[in-house]
């Protein structure tokens, strides 16, 4: 009888494993192509008619085991009609809480230029545009290269895989549903950046060899360290004359990077001698060349800078930190008199 009773026991306890482990398995994504379809829920749509809708056009493994987990969170009357965004690669449990908060939300909102990658990703947050728990800042270059998927960019083709987004989140007003697949997000970003990015840029890129990728980084720089538009062909000059010559760049935008957006410091803006010896993969002023990548999302103007830079006979500047205005000098005992004068 024992036996029995322990043979009983063991089959069920095996049961009940292999049920919890499907159970969760068939929560799982339905697919990993990113796709995204407009799911529609009418008034008056009970839950079991929804989980399998859902399971018809193949947005969750088993409808049953959806059914199953809306019980277990008391939302099975508690969904939502309407349209709804729904992406492949969501899982089961993402796509419930979608319907549990409600139907596709418009909203507007314009990107300024010189945003970086994080402002940006914390407007889409709070604007609720953003699926809970996905983040622009997980996505990668390499994530936009594979030419059999719907997500290639032929601009990345050359670009380094494991850089992130920064630089090719285009400045511009756009509109976007609430709880949008990451990487839809993105998708709507670097479609813009393909558009805005014209042919004649591309064929000025072409006819001096170029590197897309160190052009964007550039421009990234120029839109952060120039705020007046007539200034920026200028100072792309000198940052190319300065780049073939091996001098240091020194651009202290990079430093502000490093500290805002790399560091997360405090205070971030304001920069000391000290800051100019920050080890970093960005900081221009110890390293020669460019900082590793984009520091910071460039629009139009300072993209046509970098592509047109202006040849003068000037090899620094410096901005005038009350007037925005840029002051030119040809050596560097002219721009330490300008330095002396205009950030004591």
Known sequence: MKILIFISLAIFLIGSIFFIFVFHYQLKPASASGASTIFTINKGSGFQKIAEDLEAA????????????????????????????????????????????GPLGEVIITIPEGWTLSMIEKKLKEEDVLVEEQALSHLKIGDFQNKNSGDYFSFFEEAPKNAGLE?????????????????????????????KFSAEMKAEMEKHSLDFYKTVTMASMIEAEIPHHGDRPKVSGILWKRLKNSIPLQVDATIIYIKCEVKKLNECRNI????????????????????VGPISNPGLSALRAALWPEETDFWFYLSNLKTGETLFSKTSEEHNLLKAKYLR
Request: overall charge positive; aromatic content about 16%; hydrophobic content about 40%.
């Open 58 to 101: 193949h947005l969750i493994r088993s409808a049953a085991s959806f059914k199953l987990y809306l019980l277990l969170k008391g939302w099975a009357d508690k969904l939502k009609p309407g349209s709804y965004e729904i992406s492949s690669n969501l899982g089961a449990r993402q796509i419930a809480k979608l319907l549990f908060k």
């Open 272 to 291: 000391t001698s000290g800051d100019l010896k920050l080890v970093s993969p960005y900081n221009t002023y110890l390293k020669l060349g460019l900082p």
């Open 167 to 195: 630089g090719f989140l285009f400045p511009d007003t756009y509109r976007f549903y609430k709880n949008t697949n990451v990487l839809e997000v993105a998708k709507k970003f670097l479609g813009n950046f393909e558009k």
